[in-house]
């Protein structure tokens, strides 16, 4: 079946220093969804893309979708403490429809 | 607009109990998704539905669990005869077109088997 893997798994920086996780599928995408997931909160939805190749921003992230439609990054500006969380990239698999979560890069930020 | 709503947000049940989780999905939207997640780990699909219908329950054990999301109230998922290894963070999601549509997810509900 579908798999998608996500690294690293976790990152610890700097506030103020930049990050990035990447996300890649063994097979290709219709489209590719982010989440976050804050300490004891739930995933909430970020971003999706659709398009080969696009490119989408929000303030201080930065979203990519790979010309193949096979893998994925976000990338984080000059991160602060309220970037803490899990970074979770989702794609759809199979025939039915359910999104499949790569494991998600766990991300600290030291003030 | 209420957001979707899972009940309890903590269960804590001894081994081999009954463990029922109640799913309200947002308002409008028709399709409902349970992920399973460990501590530490990520959101591992369980099933997919829609109103009275399972549409994918391909994550799901084929013994103990069972989900349904009836034509009124709530989605719910139950586990039977609950062992240790069934302690996890369920959440339900929900989308108002399903497929390629983002995913709205409640707060959860923290099982804990005893």
């Known amino acids: 079946g579908q798999q998608v893997m996500q690294i690293p798994q976790y990152q610890h920086v700097q506030e103020g220093e930049d990050f990035t996780t990447y996300c890649n599928s063994s097979?290709?995408?219709?489209?590719i969804q982010w989440y976050k997931q804050r300490p004891g909160g739930h995933p909430v939805f970020l971003i999706q893309?659709?398009?080969?190749?696009e490119v989408k921003k929000q303030k201080r992230l930065t979203f990519q979708f790979g010309e193949a439609k096979k893998n994925s990054s976000l990338h984080i500006t000059a991160t602060q403490t309220t970037d803490v969380g899990t970074y979770f990239c989702a794609g759809y698999g199979g025939s039915q429809g359910n999104l499949i979560f790569g494991k998600g890069t766990k991300l600290s930020v030291k003030p | 607009n209420a957001g979707v709503m899972q009940n309890p947000r903590h269960l804590v049940r001894r081994r081999g109990q009954e463990a029922r989780l109640r799913c309200s999905p947002m308002k409008g939207h028709s399709h409902v998704y349970w992920y399973r997640q460990l501590p530490e780990e990520g959101l591992k699909f369980m099933v997919y539905?829609?109103?009275?219908?399972?549409?994918?329950e391909s994550g799901m054990p084929k013994e103990r669990f069972s989900a349904e999301f009836p034509k009124e109230g709530p989605s719910i998922l139950r586990i039977q005869q609950v062992v240790r290894g069934d302690s996890a963070a369920y959440f339900c999601a929900s989308s108002p077109t399903g497929e390629r549509s983002p995913l709205h997810f409640g707060n959860g509900t923290r099982l804990t088997v005893t």
């Open positions: 097979t290709t995408l219709s489209n």
């Open positions: 539905l829609q109103k009275e219908n399972i549409i994918d």
């Open positions: 893309l659709v398009k080969s190749g």
